[in-house]
């Protein structure tokens, strides 16, 4: 992948972002102003939370979340500095770097969990779909073409060998998945909540796999990611966006706080309550390894996505 196709991808989230800005009111003084992009998924919980618990304030950090739809929109939103940080999926982030940004990873969100079915392959009713062998030939949506949940879903295609290369992705945002299956635009999807649990509970679509829980425990599914100039020139403001959002973490952990959480989710994902209520909220991360990144960088080999080699302790700060 090049630099010229992170640059063609800016606009819808760096305009999106830039638009927002614009109406945002002044500061109050002595604070350092974030611009945080994220996708809208419940995974993103300890960033809500530490927004909205005040973790970021208490630490002079005016953190502004603007959502931006589809996640392969952030490293070129992040390099126009549309938005300072965002919240990458591993392999973006990975191939955002092996394309020539020179982006680091500060923190990391939800890491994936064999007791969570937050998020999985969907099928439309009357597709015919029934087992992932079944999507073969068929058009199959992914909230992001080379994101983790299109790497992660290939990786699980691979070790029950079905070839992927017969599948045709398409690109489609998660807030539309519901509307393609239900217009027959779509056969599939990979999908999470609290989209999959709208999906399911309208009838427009049936669970074919939680394939999610084949997959290894305790891997990043978002990193908090940031151009290097940008955090070397801001080196305090990062420190305490990752304390934050690991206080955030901590928070949303803890039991007997989960009505809080999903209060605080709701704010920044638009949702009916039910669906909100019934979604899954994966474990926070509280750190960050190098070792946790490799196994998105073997996938990505693997897949033919990334060309270069890379220094993956290099790329955490």
């Known amino acids: 992948m090049t630099l010229s196709r992170y640059t063609r991808r800016a606009t819808l ?51 502004v979340l603007q959502l931006i739809p589809l996640n392969p929109s952030l490293p070129p939103a992040i390099q126009s500095d549309s938005i300072q940080m965002g919240g990458t999926t591993p392999s973006v982030y990975l191939q955002a770097v092996d394309g020539g940004l020179d982006h680091v990873a500060v923190a990391s969100f939800e890491e994936t969990s064999k007791s969570i079915t937050s ?18 030939g068929k058009k199959v949506g992914v909230p992001g073409l080379g994101a983790f949940l299109h790497v992660g879903f290939r990786a699980y295609l691979k070790s029950i060998g079905v070839d992927h290369t017969r599948i045709n ?26 989209f999959m649990s709208r999906i399911t509970s309208s009838g427009n679509g049936h669970v074919v796999s939680y394939y999610s829980t084949f997959l290894p425990e305790g891997l ?6 940031a151009r290097r100039d940008w955090v070397q020139k801001n080196a305090a403001a990062a420190r305490g966006f990752r304390e934050a959002l690991y206080e955030g973490a901590v928070f949303v952990n803890r ?55 890379m220094k993956l302790g290099n790329l955490i700060v």
């Open 220 to 225: 990043p599914t978002i990193l908090a990611t």
């Open 169 to 194: 992705f398409v690109e489609a945002p998660f807030p539309q998945h519901n509307d393609l299956l239900r217009g027959g635009s779509l056969d599939a999807v990979v999908s999470g909540d609290p």
């Open 119 to 136: 998020f999985g392959l969907v099928a439309r009713a009357g597709s015919g779909i029934r087992t992932p062998q079944d999507c073969v």
């Open 13 to 63: 989230g760096a305009l999106a972002a830039g638009a927002a800005a614009i109406a945002l009111p002044a500061r109050a003084q002595g604070t350092t102003r974030i611009v945080f992009g994220y996708t809208a998924v419940t995974a993103f919980a300890s960033l809500f939370t530490a927004r909205e618990e005040g973790y970021f304030s208490k630490r002079g950090l005016d953190v």
């Open 255 to 309: 039991k007997g706080n989960g009505a809080k959480v999903r209060e605080h989710i709701g704010k920044y994902i638009k949702l009916p309550p039910e669906v909100l209520a019934a979604a899954q909220i994966g474990p926070a991360a509280t750190g960050l390894k190098e070792s946790q990144l490799a196994w998105w960088a073997d996938q990505m080999r693997e897949q033919g996505m990334l060309k270069g080699a």
